[in-house]
């Protein structure tokens, strides 16, 4: 089955950096394009950044742009968000995403980003 496994998520101050890492099982990664999604409390979950199956093409919210670099490896079935330059409104649970003809979530990982 569809597993997505999110790691990385910590506290981090204003300006800080984080690597976020989503370990993906139970499908073929490398025909798949990836996602990484974000809830903030009391907000809708959003898009933060896709990329494709060969990594070519990548895109991002517009609160992101500049600051937040997604990739993969498909040798090792990862995606990672690469977050720099982090702001509070940065805080929120973030999810890996694929979508076969279900779309598949993992369980999350919190990034807080706090003075």
């Known amino acids: 089955q569809v597993q997505l496994v999110e790691s990385g998520g910590d506290l981090v101050q204003p300006g800080g950096s984080l690597r976020l890492s989503c370990a993906a099982s139970?499908?073929?990664?490398?025909?798949?394009?990836m996602r990484w999604y974000r809830q903030a409390p009391g907000k809708e979950r959003e898009l933060v950044a896709s990329i494709s199956t060969d990594a070519g093409s990548t895109s991002y919210a517009d609160s992101v742009k500049g600051r937040f670099t997604i990739s993969r490896d498909n040798a090792k079935r990862t995606v990672y968000l690469q977050m720099n330059s982090l702001k509070p409104d940065d805080t929120a649970v973030y999810y890996c995403?694929?979508?076969?003809?279900?779309?598949?979530w993992g369980q999350g990982t919190q990034v807080t980003v706090s003075s």
């Open positions: 139970g499908f073929t990664f490398s025909v798949s394009a």
């Open positions: 995403n694929v979508r076969q003809l279900s779309q598949y």
